[in-house]
């Protein structure tokens, strides 16, 4: 630094006005104020979970106590868990959840791409009346009684595939993944295409492999979407035993269906207490979402913004 370039600092220091702050920086109580609003934003979406697991966890006297509602248990009991694992209604539920959400979503899944595959491939058979039937269906959605009807004529009704194929194709799903998979490359498929590989080498080996971040957030839709639905097994599932958990969840924790020893299999006719019980199957039906979220959120922004943007 030159001595007239230190001259100039010096003066432009004791120039400056007192008190002047940066311009990108923002004003002390705007801060505040957004810190305090983002504290309440929290609290309202981590203090009414918090509530649950804790009530689920506290023992008949607290419950009493506080009015159905604990937010924090001075004693920790893990009978509500016992009893619903006990091989009752909610043990069997739970399993035909977790059947079908890993079933349908594989099912989903690999139906979605190759839908997805084929019509983003300029110039094949039947590419145009297909991608205008899929974006028509966005608009146009069947009804409750001809959709039931067409499950019925399947023989679908009582079947845990009533479950599952009814949404194993959803068009937005389709759009993101077609978006995405046009966005591939070209000289990749055409240079396999020359070396022999048919379509569905190219699509198994090729396209699915560079595809890696969008099917996990497309999976990751699928399955919540099949571990959260309900209303396809209160209209097609007559058989309480082939009840899905948010079915069981609807009837004992919604409706506020009283649960017996005989529904969670218990040797025992004293039992935890209601409300204890009820916000354990809500612990249940939201902890496997909640741990395989933060596996595939790192894929959201390059899945889902990649797909949207080059469609």
Not at 29 to 44: D, P
Not at 161 to 170: F, G, N, R
Not at 221 to 226: L, T
Request: aromatic share 10%; charged share 10%.
């Amino acid at each position: 630094m030159t001595a007239d370039q230190a001259t100039a600092q010096d003066r432009a220091r004791r120039t400056a006005k007192p008190g002047r702050r940066r311009l990108d920086a923002p004003p002390l109580g705007f801060r505040i104020l957004k810190g305090i609003l983002l504290t309440v934003i929290c609290a309202a979406v981590v203090l009414p979970f918090l509530g649950i697991v804790s009530t689920s966890l506290a023992t008949r006297e607290q419950i009493t106590a506080a009015g159905g509602f604990v937010l924090f248990p001075t004693e920790i009991n893990f009978s509500s868990y016992a009893s619903i694992f006990a091989g009752g209604v909610v043990s069997r539920a739970m399993g035909v959840s977790i059947g079908i959400t890993v079933v349908g979503t594989a099912v989903a899944l690999f139906a979605s791409s190759l839908l997805a595959y084929a019509v983003s491939r300029q110039g094949s058979f039947g590419q145009k009346p297909i991608l205008m039937l899929i974006l028509l269906s966005l608009l146009f959605t069947p009804g409750l009684i001809p959709s039931y009807l067409l499950v019925k004529e399947l023989g679908l009704l009582d079947s845990y595939l009533a479950l599952i194929l009814p949404t194993a194709l959803s068009a937005f799903n389709v759009i993101v993944l077609r978006a995405f998979f046009m966005g591939i490359p070209g000289e990749l498929t055409d240079s396999a295409r020359i070396d022999g590989a048919g379509h569905l080498t190219v699509f198994l080996r090729i396209v699915l492999p560079l595809s890696k971040a969008v099917l996990a957030v497309i999976g990751l839709f699928y399955a919540v979407g099949y571990w959260n639905a309900f209303f396809n097994a209160l209209i097609y599932i007559n058989d309480p035993g082939k009840w899905p958990l948010q079915l069981v969840l609807r009837t004992y924790v919604v409706n506020n269906t009283e649960i017996g020893a005989a529904d969670l299999g218990a040797a025992s006719e004293v039992l935890p207490p209601q409300r204890s019980i009820q916000m354990a199957i809500l612990v249940v039906t939201m902890v496997p979402i909640l741990l395989v979220y933060p596996f595939l959120q790192r894929h959201f922004a390059k899945g889902v913004l990649t797909g949207a943007v080059k469609g």
